[in-house]
């Protein structure tokens, strides 16, 4: 299984932040006051993104941590800043008047995905990609002079790309996240609990890397970052009224007006082998080849959406512990947007002679699109006697589209910007003409109880789960996902604690049809969990913990491939033995071990070790081509595909805190390394498949070894001085290092196969040294 690791968590800024937060979690002595801490930081330069992927590394002066605070009869206020003035910077807090209470939260989150990005494309409008039409004519007259087609190979365009890539432009892809909230109580004069809440995030920069497919004469996938200019606001309200003081139970309700406002919904792309718009022709046998093709390609990004919803529910509260609930959520999703042009290619028209690059020749400008969701819950707690629990609780979801579909005439999606393609007929099954143009309702209803009852040390509980699924236009139209747990937790003297925990569930696939195979998220499950927790601590000063959990996923009765005709199995056909396609398998084990003493009061040392193997299986079967009439051909498989993914990883750390100088001196140390290696083990059993014969010249199918393999070292030392009872001085170091390496984005081959052009941003190894001091004030 492919993994990504979260870079560069613990380092300077991450020392700095945490040193104050535990100052600022102290009661303040005074009514008024604060804290403010000036940090001064220098590191070495690193390219790679990864480094400060979610955050700013500062050189120089910053402020790393800042805390106001007062309290008075009239006025209670708190205010805490993070990173100030930085991209990551995050301020909350409170301010409580006498007729009011507010509370507020800002947070800025960078977020860095590539350092010098290499395009050979320039940016002339926001989202808009262009290339010097002379330098396309160039290169698409060159391609289209190399005939025939065999000619044009990896070498063919990788020199004619050559002096094109070597001046690229280097772009970084970044992006920033905005996101405050503030909540309104306006309870303190009222007989309920009244609150308003408002949520604003602005999003801008870069998706990452965008684009895709050019398709004409030549068809090149092209990678250019995509823009982000996104708006999200959340207006909501809602009111509690308690029973006896909130001793009886309570009534409540609430209202969200949530709306989305995509600002960038366009990306538009030179293509580099075509400086206009040229009707598609394609080739003659072996005479002629294929010419023209779009002069720019149009992708979009996703539409405005708006979503209001309402819920309410309710609390009583009983004798023993006894709690009834019972609460209902109506969600309307809806989105309006107007419809873009079939293709952006002047030269594409309709069967009734309308060009396709605008929006009058659309059958609809927009999809006035609606889905309604409604979410039951209600639970029931109890303890009739001492020791005993029961536990009950029912969930109904229900998700229901209200969109009105249409029989489209025909789109441009078979082959874009390149040919009109009819809409298929519709069917029975397929009454729009598309497998993906229905109203894909769904339905869960869970049931889940649970009774344990405490041993004086040992508590034991079992659980049953039950889950009804319910589709529309999926291939398992129903289905049933239920189980049972057991858990155990056992307790002596606060010396030995244990956790044990087993569950078992099994879903089915039923009232439904499929000649490949059902889609993961509905095909015959059987899930296992395992869990054990042990903590010990045979003294006041040492403690160990040790936990293990495993879960497996297999998913059985997948059926057999059998030799098809238009989509239909041939008369006399049989399945094929051990040709089943899709997810077969997948398993996770994790073994942690955690060591923790403290000598004595001035010291504390500490160690962790965390184990991690998981395992994928995918196979994937497709039969040789068959003819319904004889001579019939003969009947096998052409290919037949094993994929064995797979990654391990090792993490380990320690950590040590002494006091040189009781309140005085404190040194602290921490080092951690995590490895990851991964691998995807391909195999092709069948020796005659074309996959096998095809890679002959390679010696079959290979494995990949660089599969997300990724290692992370991390160490930092840093000395803390109390000058003053106010004043707190630091220094420390910190020293990083990162590699990476995976098969199909490491490097920085711009042109890795004919003919995609990839950006390739810097987003791998590296070195990092980070010396930093920091003055921390009390006031």
């Known amino acids: 299984m492919k993994r990504t690791m979260i870079v560069a968590a613990f380092f300077a800024m ?66 805490v800043g993070l990173n100030v003035r930085q ?64 000619l044009r190979t990896y070498d063919f365009y990788n020199t004619l790309l050559s002096p094109t890539l070597g001046d690229a432009n280097l772009v970084n892809l970044d992006s920033l996240r905005k996101r405050g909230t503030v909540e309104l109580n306006l309870s303190k004069n009222l007989p309920f609990d009244l609150r308003v809440t408002y949520m604003r995030e602005v999003k801008s ?26 708006l999200t606001q959340d207006f909501g309200i809602r009111a509690a009224y308690n ?47 294929a010419y023209g093709g779009p002069g720019t390609i149009r992708f979009t990004t996703a539409p405005d959406n708006e979503a209001s919803t309402f819920s309410g529910g309710l609390l009583l509260k009983f004798a023993n512990m006894t709690r009834l609930t019972g609460d ?7 989105q309006n947007a107007q419809f873009f042009p079939y293709s952006s290619n002047s030269t594409l028209l309709t069967p009734a002679g309308a060009r396709t690059d605008n929006t009058s020749s659309l059958q609809q400008q927009s999809l006035n699109g609606k889905i309604d969701t409604t979410t039951l819950n209600f639970g029931f707690t109890s303890r009739p006697i001492e020791g005993l629990w029961l536990r009950l609780r029912y969930r109904s979801y229900e998700l229901k589209s209200k969109t009105s579909r249409f029989v489209i005439a025909g789109d441009a999606s078979g082959a874009p910007d390149r040919s009109w393609g009819a809409a298929d007929t519709p069917t029975a099954d397929e009454p729009y003409g598309h497998a993906t143009a229905q109203n894909y309702d769904n339905s869960t209803k869970r049931f889940d109880g649970s009774v344990s009852y405490d041993f004086k040390a040992l508590t034991l509980e079992a659980a049953y789960r039950y889950n009804k699924l319910t589709r529309s236009h999926r291939e398992a139209a129903s289905g049933k996902d239920q189980g049972y747990l057991f858990s155990a937790l056992f307790h002596v003297n606060e010396w030995l604690g244990f956790r044990g925990s087993y569950s078992d569930m099994k879903r089915t696939a039923s009232d439904g049809s499929t000649i490949y195979g059902y ?7 059987v899930t296992k969990r395992t ?54 398998f997948a398993k996770y084990d994790t073994y942690t071990g955690e060591f923790e003493v403290t000598p004595n009061e001035r010291v504390e040392l500490g160690a962790y070790y965390t184990y991690e193997k998981n395992l994928q299986t995918n196979q994937w079967t497709t039969t040789n081509g068959a003819t319904a009439v004889a001579p019939l051909i003969p009947l096998g498989i052409n290919n037949k595909l094993r994929y064995d993914g797979s990654d391990k990883t090792n993490s380990f750390g320690a950590h040590a805190a002494f006091q040189l100088v009781p309140e005085k001196w404190t040194f602290t ?19 005659a498949g074309s996959f096998v014969t095809g890679r002959s010249t390679l010696g079959g199918p290979q494995n990949i070894t660089d599969w997300d393999d990724t290692e992370l070292t991390t160490v930092g030392a840093q000395l803390d001085y109390n000058v003053a009872k106010a004043w707190t001085l630091g220094a420390g170091y910190m020293y990083e290092k990162y590699s990476y390496a995976d098969a199909y984005t490491s490097g920085t081959t711009m042109i890795p196969f004919s003919v995609s052009i990839f950006m390739k941003p810097d987003r791998g190894a590296y070195k990092a040294n980070v010396v930093y001091t920091k003055l921390t004030y009390r006031f």
Request: hydrophobic share 40%; net charge negative; charged share 15%.
């Open 205 to 230: 920069g870069t998706r990452g890397e965008g684009g895709g497919d050019i398709l004409g004469a030549i068809a090149p996938v092209v990678d250019v970052p995509e823009p982000l200019n996104d």
């Open 519 to 525: 889609m993961a998220d509905e095909a015959e499950r």
């Open 87 to 150: 991209t990551d910077q995050r301020y909350a807090g409170w301010a409580n008047l006498g007729w009011m209470d507010l509370g507020f939260d800002y947070n800025q989150t960078p977020h860095s995905m590539g350092n010098n990005a290499h395009l050979i494309w320039a940016e002339t409008a926001p989202g808009v990609w262009g290339m010097s039409p002379t330098l396309r004519n160039v290169l698409g007259n060159t391609a289209d002079a190399a005939f025939p087609t065999t």
């Open 243 to 289: 029973f006896m003081g909130g001793k009886g139970g309570n009534i409540h309700a609430a209202f969200n007006r949530n709306v989305y406002n995509n600002r960038a919904e366009t990306l538009l792309v030179d293509n580099p082998f075509k400086s206009s718009d040229v009707l598609y022709t394609a080739a003659v046998g072996t005479t002629a080849p």
């Open 531 to 584: 869990g054990v927790d042990i903590e010990l601590t045979p003294m006041d000063n040492v403690s160990f913990t040790f936990a293990y959990f495993r879960k497996n996923d297999d998913y059985p009765n997948r059926p057999n491939r059998i030799a098809l005709a238009s989509g239909v199995p041939i008369a006399g056909a049989q399945p094929i033995p051990d040709t089943p396609s899709g997810l077969l």
């Open 14 to 79: 991450g020392i700095l932040m945490a040193t104050s937060f535990a100052a600022a979690q102290d009661a303040p002595a005074t009514t008024s006051g604060g804290q403010v801490t000036l940090g001064l930081l220098g590191a070495s330069d690193v390219n790679s993104s990864k480094f400060t992927e979610y955050r700013e590394v500062p050189k120089g002066l910053s402020i790393p941590f800042m805390n106001l605070f007062s309290k008075s009869s009239t006025l209670d206020f708190n205010v």
């Open 669 to 687: 140390f921490m080092a951690r390394h995590q490895k990851v290696d991964g691998l995807m083990g391909v195999t092709a059993p069948n020796a």
């Open 328 to 334: 209902v959520a109506m969600s309307s999703w809806t």
